[in-house]
């Protein structure tokens, strides 16, 4: 069992900045691909950003620009970096780690994006 612990979430106004950070309870984490996910209230869970185990990244075209997903395999921790927030940014921000016939998920963290 992975445990994944989010953390940087908070209020932010619109234009704002801030970095999620994820760490992971694993001695294997450079082999999982990591995500980042969101859920605003009354809407369906959504993929924001992946990294591969090898690096490559991948976006929803929303963010794309604004959003920066990286990780530090020494740390075991996955970032995203979130520049010029906007107020539909807002949501529930989860951390996914996975590999082949495995998945775990952390608790969330609120990103509020309101002046």
């Known amino acids: 069992q992975v445990q994944l612990v989010e953390s940087g979430g908070g209020l932010v106004q619109p234009g704002g900045s801030l970095r999620l950070s994820c760490t992971a309870s694993?001695?294997?984490?450079?082999?999982?691909?990591m995500s980042w996910y969101r859920q605003a209230p009354g809407k369906q869970r959504e993929l924001v950003a992946q990294?591969?185990?090898?690096?490559?990244?991948n976006y929803v075209h929303s963010v794309k620009g604004r959003f920066t997903i990286s990780r530090d395999n020494t740390k075991n921790t996955v970032y995203l970096q979130m520049n010029s927030l906007k107020p539909e940014d807002t949501a529930v921000y989860y951390c996914?780690?996975?590999?082949?016939?495995?998945?775990?998920w952390g608790q969330g963290t609120q990103v509020t994006v309101s002046s």
């Open positions: 996914a780690a996975a590999r082949p016939g495995v998945e775990y």
């Open positions: 990294i591969s185990s090898g690096g490559s990244t």
């Open positions: 694993t001695s294997i984490f450079s082999i999982y691909a």
